[in-house]
């Protein structure tokens, strides 16, 4: 016993005094959170009225990230976390992967964790995938994590884990049939305690967790609704006990990894997958719009960095932050870097000491297919959306009353342009008042299209029907 406790001494502080760039033979352990459909305005360090004081404690010790960009709906941003670039690269950027279409990101494409398998990291995720199940090889068990607990598709039952017609719950490649009437979200963080115990502290850890709260359905176990038993809306109410159930989650798995002797030299990521998705209760006031849409409030996400590794704490960082950057940064924090090519750019430095972000530009989403034809970049303080920006607009707070929205004229396909800096609720369309910004974006917007890849987006495949598959959703049929 005193034996493990002089080693774990040791390797603490070993991880401890070593600077960035020099020899250190403890590579961080590496934990990845990904919350679903969590709004700006639904986590404790923005709002007052959520309880989250576990995600709240790791955000205040760590660094909040303020100006961390994800993608507008799951499956780009998935997208993004797992290959580093920007979906319409990849032919993911038209909404999500229904689980009746054969799609998926293509194989081509070499995901996250196989890369941290390469520099020596067991790797383990637990939660939600949709990135594709039409076939094993695009499965997470063939993408790079030696073990999967979770979902293939984008939402489901809580208590039934049925997703349209179908069960959609597997460990590893087995179907789990015994779960029927337990909250995912307990047995979900039982899985990851169990990881996080039998891990060998010898080798560095990669947990991704992609977690199913909050998306909907609106489902919690009731002592979590009851935190907001002053909520007047049943659905808002639950909603916020779905974030708690999430934040208490959260807690477990920290406490299994002090328990483990693990946690000294994690450094957690915690990211919303998409803003808060207004129709399901979700909220992202004062910023416009939700989910669905391109409007800061479905791309501005909530974040944060966590860990004894970073070297400035306790703050907020507003440097420009993508999806697309995590992919390098956890490269370069794992000792590797990312192949030459890919969009995103390694923000260590940014979230370790505060330095100013290498990015200055990125692609909100460029999407061709007709019925939702957009496209929408940043480039410093400016943001230009072309097209279909997306529903719901408006500035919708909790209650879901709206504020009266200052240019409820625009029609839904149109031209916004935005200096973020000086509005950043978007408040004041600048498109007929700068026509030179104007131009200058378009022809940004026009350069950045012409690497646009097809939208993998085919009709639903009758294949796929789970009765031809025992009822449960099933790779094999494409
Ligand atoms: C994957 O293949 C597609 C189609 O050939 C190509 O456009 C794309 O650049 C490839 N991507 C990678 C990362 O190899
Ligand atoms: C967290 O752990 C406690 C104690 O084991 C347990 O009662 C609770 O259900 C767990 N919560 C979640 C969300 O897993
Ligand atoms: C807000 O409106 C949506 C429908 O758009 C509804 O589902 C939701 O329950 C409402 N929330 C509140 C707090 O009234
Ligand atoms: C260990 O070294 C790597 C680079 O090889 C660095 O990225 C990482 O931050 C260092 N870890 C600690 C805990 O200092
Ligand atoms: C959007 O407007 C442009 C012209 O302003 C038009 O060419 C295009 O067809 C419209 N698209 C949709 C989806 O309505």
Known sequence: MLRVVLLLLTGTLAAGSAQPGSKNTTKPNILFIVADDLGWNDVGWHNPDVKTPVLDQL????????????????????????????????????????????????????????????????????????????????????RGFDSFYGYYNGAEDYYTHVVATGLDLRDDKEVVKTKNGQYGTYFFTDRVVDIVEKHPADTPLFLYLPFQNVHQPLQVPKRFEDIYATVQNENRRTLLGMVSAMDEAVGNVTMAMKNAGLWDNTLVIFTTDNGGWIAASGNNFPLRGGKTTLWEGGTRGVAFAHGKMLQKTGYT?????????????????????????IDGVSQLDTIMSGKPSPRTEFVYNIDDVSTSKQGAIRVGDYKLIEGFAGTPDGWIRPDNLTDSPADSEDPANGTWLFNLKDDPTEHHNLADTMPDKLKE?????????????????????PKSNPQDWGGAWSPGWC
């Open 59 to 142: 955000a205040q010790e760590g660094v909040i990230l303020d100006q961390s960009y994800v993608n507008y709906v799951c499956t780009p941003s998935r997208t993004a976390f797992m290959t580093g670039y920007f979906p319409y690269h990849v032919g993911t950027q038209h909404l999500v992967i229904f689980p009746w279409q054969a799609s998926a990101v293509p194989s081509n494409f070499t995901f996250l964790p196989e890369k941290l398998k390469g520099l020596g990291y067991a790797t383990h995720m637990v939660g939600k995938w949709h990135l594709g199940m039409c076939n094993w090889k695009y499965t997470p068990t063939y």
């Open 317 to 341: 960082n507003n440097e420009m932050i993508h999806a697309v950057d995590w992919f390098p940064t956890i490269l370069a924090a794992a000792g590797g870097t990312a192949d030459a090519g």
């Open 441 to 461: 974006m378009q022809a940004k917007l026009a350069e950045y299209r012409k690497s646009l890849v097809p939208a993998i987006n085919p009709p639903p495949d």
